[in-house]
């Protein structure tokens, strides 16, 4: 394994339209040691199309399709750098990102995750705002798994992992639903596997919000399925760690904001009450504003 490779993993399936641009935003990294590893999960668009155009660039996986956490895990297997950087394939790096992080990961302890900030694109690719991260680098681990319990989700395609956290065993589980399988990953990583978290306090991304995007679909459903993951991996601990999590958690919900306890009032309402094609519109909004003010 190469100590100062990133391996960047891009999972794709029906991508055509972003691809490109997202490949060259790799491919035009001012880090220099870097393998891309893209797997085509039975793509049936013209990504494999593009993709070859690539190939002296990148390593290729064509696999038929099997679902988002299997076609990550496809190129964990074949990756040889010793930090993993997974990308989604409508996203752009900045062309410093992998720089920035890996300067900052080799001051830090190496059971380190860093993340950054981001910025939000349309389709078009037009800016619409920036989004800032609440810094929790004063926190120890135990109180950062406190915020991760509460609803912190870090934008997975911000992040820098560290291979050992996967030779550990925390791999990407395949879950009833694809829109949280980063965020098991992440609780399972800093509550069963002992990683540390890192905020790296610039922006590195363009986020790309569009119509086709998974993560904007039957967001009711996402919601929900999040007690199920808290539960799930808080079930691996002791008694006595389970019941400090649960306690510190209690503690913690009731220190919030009185605007950030109304607006979560108000997404508990909409996810129970309101018809799912009505409420993913208005979970959107609520999401936006209150990850605004985390």
């Known amino acids: 394994m190469n100590s100062q490779r990133v391996s960047v993993i891009i999972p794709v399936y029906n991508s055509e339209k972003f691809l490109r641009e997202s490949l060259e935003s790799v491919i035009h990294q001012t880090y220099t040691d870097i393998e891309i590893i893209v797997v085509n999960d039975g793509s049936t668009d013209s990504s494999l199309k593009i993709l070859k155009q690539y190939e002296d660039k990148i390593t290729i996986i064509n696999q038929k399709n099997m679902g988002l956490a299997k076609a990550v895990n496809a190129g964990i297997r074949k990756m040889s750098g010793y930090w993993l950087k997974w990308l989604s394939p409508d996203d752009i790096l900045y062309s410093n990102a992998i720089e920035v992080l890996v300067n900052e990961a080799k001051k830090l302890p190496t059971n380190t995750i860093l993340y950054s900030n981001w910025e939000i694109i349309n389709e078009k690719g037009n800016k619409l705002r920036n989004f800032h991260e609440s810094n929790y680098n004063n926190l120890d681990d135990f109180e950062f ?57 610039k922006i590195l991304l363009k986020y ?6 998974i993560s904007h ?52 309402v909409i996810t129970k009450l309101l018809p799912e094609n009505i409420s993913d519109k208005m979970l959107i909004f609520y999401l936006n504003k209150i990850r605004k003010r985390r």
């Not at 798994?145 to 291979?163: A, M, Y």
């Not at 790309?208 to 995007?213: D, E, G, L, T, W």
């Open 145 to 201: 798994n406190v915020r991760l319990l509460d609803g912190q989700q870090i934008n997975v395609n911000t992040t820098l992992i560290p291979f050992s956290l996967i030779k550990k065993g925390c791999m990407i589980q395949n879950l009833d639903d694809t829109t949280v399988i980063d965020y098991d990953f992440f609780l399972r990583s800093g509550i069963l596997y002992g990683m540390s978290f890192y905020f790296v306090e």
């Open 217 to 268: 679909k039957n967001i009711s459903k996402s919601l929900t399925y999040l007690d199920k993951i808290r539960n799930d991996v808080l079930s691996n601990l002791d008694e006595k760690t389970r019941n400090k999590y649960h306690s510190s958690l209690k503690s913690y919900s009731s220190t919030k904001r009185l605007d950030k306890k109304i607006m979560e009032c108000g997404l508990n």
């Open 208 to 213: 790309r919000i569009h119509s086709k995007q």
